[in-house]
């Protein structure tokens, strides 16, 4: 071989040696990435462990706290309200009742029609709108004005027939927000969530508002009811099956009542009610333990939102933050690597992903999770590997896991504080000593993050089993009950006007 041949062969070892010497380090430097991201999920994964016995410390701290949040005003972080709600329909209830309620992304408007008999619960004409998302930050002025002026639509279109007689049309209205109640009828608004901030309204009363826009546009209806979503939804789950005395609600935001003791309420001593008991509004996502199990994630999601420092068991259950806990993770996921590729800056956009699409993500049982690829895609994110994706999916069933037992361990606190979890229950207003025989007890649900994620429900469902064991679980009835807040709050006008 000549000289110059030589070193062309050279050369071309040389090159070829570099080149695959480029595509080691690429490759090194890819798995060192695909390390680091999987390395996230697993530390991701063991903070939102949420074993039965972690759930247990939160049992008892939620028995702990309602119990406290009873005592004193200011007592404890669970607010405790009370509703002046102490007899629930029957059943009995006649005639026809309308409900205008303003949840967390919808609101609502229906008609109830009432025969004097349970069975003759005819739910009419139910309307459905999300809330324009200026009213969140608008003026009490807009946000009633707008309500009144949806009422009057809603009222035209129902031309003479439902109330032939020109009788004055009676109105609950669902309000999704924390109240403190002087009776069933008015109350002030304590602070706002889920987003809204309309400072001026804080303190105001919101039937007051409301009645107040309503007669502006000259429309013969009366506020006859101010009721939490959470009240409203008891409500119905009693009418229906009176051993129900507990609800919550999981959709925007997360809450609960239920059906307390009035020796009980300690902090309002005297407080005296025909049935002996009062429907409490717990306000419970504002309830916190240190057994919660809190990610940098959680801190960051509650440091960055319009009501830090508040609302944390909701900010770890509640629809309108899940899909944003996913998303903070995927962006620390797109920082220290580049597996999202250029358009990854859409994961820097708060509340970019909805936790509708957690929910499609989660349960997408195509083989090459085409529906996780699609949601990507509409992202902007386009070409995601499969191994990606389903890194994805794991990251949606973590933090919908820990939700769903979290939910379960605040529902099973409930249980405990009024003896229904096999135990006891804890000391409040009830004699040391005495044995609770198990009653069947009806856990009334509702909200778009329980009726429409599956998994949600079934995380939640299968840790209440774990925490209260396989015998007492059988007493324990979770019933879901779709517009449970509205109809609910309808039937409520009826029994307290009837009584
Ligand atoms: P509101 O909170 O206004 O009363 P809903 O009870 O219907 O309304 O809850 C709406 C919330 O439920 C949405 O903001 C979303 O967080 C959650 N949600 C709705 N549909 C789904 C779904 N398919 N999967 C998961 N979450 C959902
Ligand atoms: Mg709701």
Same mark, same amino acid.
Not at 273 to 295: I, K, Y
Not at 308 to 315: A, L, S, V
Not at 329 to 347: A, C, H, K, T, Y
Not at 451 to 477: D, N, P, W
């Given at each position: ?27 090194? @430097?890819?798995?060192? +990435? ?30 702990v706290e309602m119990h406290a949040g009873l005592a004193s005003e200011g007592g404890s972080k669970l607010k405790m309200l009370l509703?002046?709600?102490? /007899? ?28 004097? %008999? ?6 009419? /004409? ?14 009490? %002025?807009?946000?009633?004005?707008? &309500?009144? =002026?949806?009422?009057?639509? =809603?009222?035209? @279109? ?14 609950? =209205?669902?309000?999704?927000?924390p109240v403190k109640h ?6 002030v608004?304590i602070k ?8 001026? $309204?804080v303190g ?45 609600? =999981? #959709? ?13 309420i300690i902090k309002c001593q #005297?407080? &005296? ?7 409490v509004n717990m306000e419970w996502g504002n309830f916190w ?20 420092n508040d609302m944390?068991?909701? @900010? ?21 690597? /580049? ?29 090459? !999770? ?19 994706? +389903?890194?994805?999916? @794991? ?26 979890? *096999?135990?006891? #229950?804890?000391?409040? #207003?009830?004699?040391? *000593?005495? $044995? ?18 599956? $998994? ?7 840790? &209440?089993?774990?925490? !209260? ?18 109809? *609910? ?11």
């Amino acid at each position: 071989m000549g000289k110059v041949a030589v070193a062309f062969a050279s050369a071309a070892v040389v090159a070829a040696c570099s080149v695959a010497a480029v595509m080691v380090r690429r490759r090194v @430097k890819s798995r060192r +990435k695909w390390r680091t991201v999987v390395e996230i999920v697993k530390e991701f994964e063991e903070g939102c462990d949420a074993p039965v016995g972690r759930l247990r410390h939160v049992v008892d701290a939620m028995a702990v706290e309602m119990h406290a949040g009873l005592a004193s005003e200011g007592g404890s972080k669970l607010k405790m309200l009370l509703t002046y709600v102490h /007899d629930l329909p029957n059943g009995t209830e006649k005639g026809t009742y309308y409900a205008l309620h303003l949840g967390g992304t919808y609101f609502r408007i229906l008609r109830v029609h009432l025969g004097g %008999e349970r069975s003759y619960l005819d739910v009419q /004409d139910v309307e459905r709108h999300p809330i324009p998302s200026h009213l969140m930050n608008s003026t009490s %002025e807009v946000l009633f004005n707008f &309500l009144a =002026f949806s009422l009057e639509r =809603f009222i035209q @279109k129902e031309g003479n027939e439902s109330n032939s007689q020109g009788v004055k049309r009676e109105l609950a =209205f669902t309000f999704s927000f924390p109240v403190k109640h002087t009776c069933i009828s008015s109350g002030v608004l304590i602070k706002w969530t889920k987003g809204f901030e309309i400072s001026e $309204m804080v303190g105001k009363d919101i039937a007051e508002c409301l009645q107040g826009a309503l007669n502006r546009r000259g429309l013969d209806i009366h506020v006859a009811a101010l009721v939490n979503d959470t009240v409203g939804a008891l409500s119905l789950g009693y009418y229906h099956d009176p051993d129900t005395v507990v609800a919550v609600v =999981f #959709g925007t935001g997360s809450n609960a009542c239920y059906l307390e003791r009035t020796d009980a309420i300690i902090k309002c001593q #005297g407080l &005296l009610t025909t049935s002996g008991s009062m429907v409490v509004n717990m306000e419970w996502g504002n309830f916190w333990s240190s057994h919660l199990p809190r990610t940098a994630y959680d801190i960051d999601l509650d440091a960055e939102s319009s009501n830090p420092n508040d609302m944390g068991f909701e @900010k770890m259950i509640a629809g309108l933050y899940l899909g944003d806990i996913v998303r903070r993770v995927i962006l620390r996921m797109s920082q220290e690597s /580049d597996i999202f590729g250029p358009s990854s800056s859409v994961f820097s956009q708060p509340y970019v992903l909805r936790t509708n699409s957690v929910s499609a993500m989660h349960e997408d049982d195509t083989p090459e !999770l085409q529906e996780v690829a699609r949601i990507l895609k509409d992202l902007g994110v386009s070409d995601v590997p499969l191994k990606v994706r +389903k890194l994805m999916v @794991k990251i949606c069933d973590v933090v919908t896991r820990r939700a769903g037992r979290l939910a379960a361990a605040g529902i099973a606190g409930i249980l405990k504080k009024i003896g229904r979890d *096999g135990g006891g #229950g804890i000391t409040s #207003g009830r004699s040391r *000593g005495e $044995m609770q025989m198990q009653r069947r007890t009806v856990v009334g649900v509702e909200g778009g993050l329980y009726m429409k994620y599956t $998994m949600f429900r079934e995380y939640m469902e299968e840790a &209440l089993v774990e925490i !209260l064991g396989e015998e007492v679980s059988q007493y324990v009835v979770v019933k879901a009950m779709e517009d449970g807040s509205s109809i *609910g709050s309808a039937l409520l006008v009826a029994s307290s006007l009837q009584s």
